[in-house]
C-alpha cells in the first residue's frame, strides 16, 4: 500500500500507478488553532510506503503523524524532499544539528523493519543519523534525460559551484556533453564576476545542474553573466524545485530558457517525475 502526504499527493498517485499498488485514501487538515490532524481513511496494509516531503514544518508533523498511525508495520518511508537538509552542521557553540534532531524524531517511529530513501539529500552524512537502512536515491539520469529531449546544440553543463559537480558530471556523461563549474571573482566589497573555471561558452547551449534552486538570487546572476558572455541559451536544471518568494521571477527577468525540475516538490516546473526512481528502489525491497 501507498500512503502519499499532503506534500506529496500526487507523487504518490504516480508511484502507485507505476508499481500497482494499493493508494490509500487520507484525510488532512488544520484545527482551528493551526494544529494538524490526519487520518488513513483506507484500511491498513501490514507492508507500507509512505512518500512525504517536508518543505514545511507542517509537512513534518504530518510526516510523524502518518507514521504513528502505521506504527507496528512496515514501513518504507520516502522523503523525496527533506527538509533541513542544510543544517547538517554545527557552526556557533549552542546551535542544533536539525537534520540530526529530525532524522531522531524519526527514527522510533520506523520500527527494525524500516527503510528510509532520500533523494539527492544535500548532505549524504544524514543517512547515517537513521537507525535503518537509508539510501540516496539519484534523480540525476531523469533529468539528464528530460534535457538529452531539448536536442541542444554543442551543449555545456555547468555546476554553479564545486559542490555540485558530481552531479553535473554525471548528467554531462549522460548527454555526452562538457563539463565545468562557475567560478566566482570578487570585483569590489559589493560586486562579484562569475564565469566558468575553463570552457569558454560563447554560442553554445548552457545547462546549469544543481541539486535545489532555493531563493535563485545566484542562479538569476548566473545566468544574466553567462548569457552577457555570449551562451546562446542558459537552462536552469534542479533536482528539488523550492523556489521560495520570488525565485521564478528572478530567474525569468535574467533570461533563462526553461526551469527544468522534478516533482520531489510539486511546482509549475517539476516536468521531470521521480515516480519511477521511487518504484524502482521499493521493487528491490521485494
Do not use: W
Amino acid at each position: 500500500m501507498i500512503i502519499g502526504g499532503p506534500a506529496s499527493q500526487l507523487l504518490a498517485g504516480r508511484v502507485a500507478a507505476i508499481s500497482g499498488e494499493e493508494l490509500a485514501l487520507c484525510d488532512y487538515k488544520k484545527f482551528p488553532d493551526g494544529e494538524s490532524y490526519t487520518q488513513v481513511i483506507t484500511p491498513l496494509a501490514d507492508d507500507l510506503t509512505i512518500i512525504q516531503s517536508t518543505p514545511s514544518d507542517q509537512d513534518l508533523v504530518y510526516l510523524l503523524q502518518l507514521l504513528d498511525a502505521c506504527r507496528d508495520r512496515k514501513i518504507a518511508l520516502v522523503i523525496p524532499y527533506f527538509g533541513y537538509a542544510r543544517q547538517d552542521k554545527i557552526f556557533k557553540p549552542g546551535e542544533p544539528m536539525t537534520a540530526r534532531a529530525v532524522a531522531a524524531a524519526i527514527n522510533p517511529l520506523l520500527g527494525k523493519e524500516g527503510r528510509v530513501y532520500l533523494i539527492n539529500i544535500h548532505a549524504p552524512s544524514i543517512l547515517s543519523h537513521f537507525d535503518v537502512p537509508a539510501e540516496n536515491l539519484d534523480a540525476t539520469p531523469l533529468l539528464a534525460e528530460r534535457i538529452a529531449s531539448l536536442r541542444l546544440r554543442d551543449a555545456v553543463v555547468i555546476s554553479p559551484d564545486k559542490g555540485a559537480v558530481a552531479m553535473a558530471r554525471t548528467a554531462a556523461s549522460a548527454l555526452g556533453a562538457d563539463c565545468d563549474y562557475l567560478q566566482k571573482t570578487r570585483l569590489s566589497g559589493t560586486e562579484v564576476s562569475m564565469a566558468p573555471k575553463e570552457i569558454d561558452v560563447r554560442e553554445r547551449d548552457v545547462v546549469i545542474f544543481d541539486d535545489m534552486i532555493a531563493t535563485g538570487g545566484t542562479m538569476a546572476t548566473a545566468i544574466s553573466l553567462l548569457r552577457q558572455q555570449g551562451a546562446r541559451s542558459v537552462y536552469l536544471a534542479a533536482v528539488h524545485p523550492v523556489l521560495t518568494g520570488s525565485a521564478v521571477l528572478k530567474l525569468c527577468r535574467s533570461g533563462v530558457e526553461a526551469i527544468l525540475a522534478t516533482d520531489t516538490l510539486d511546482r509549475a516546473v517539476s516536468t521531470v517525475s521521480v515516480a519511477p526512481l521511487i518504484a524502482s528502489a521499493l521493487k528491490r525491497l521485494r
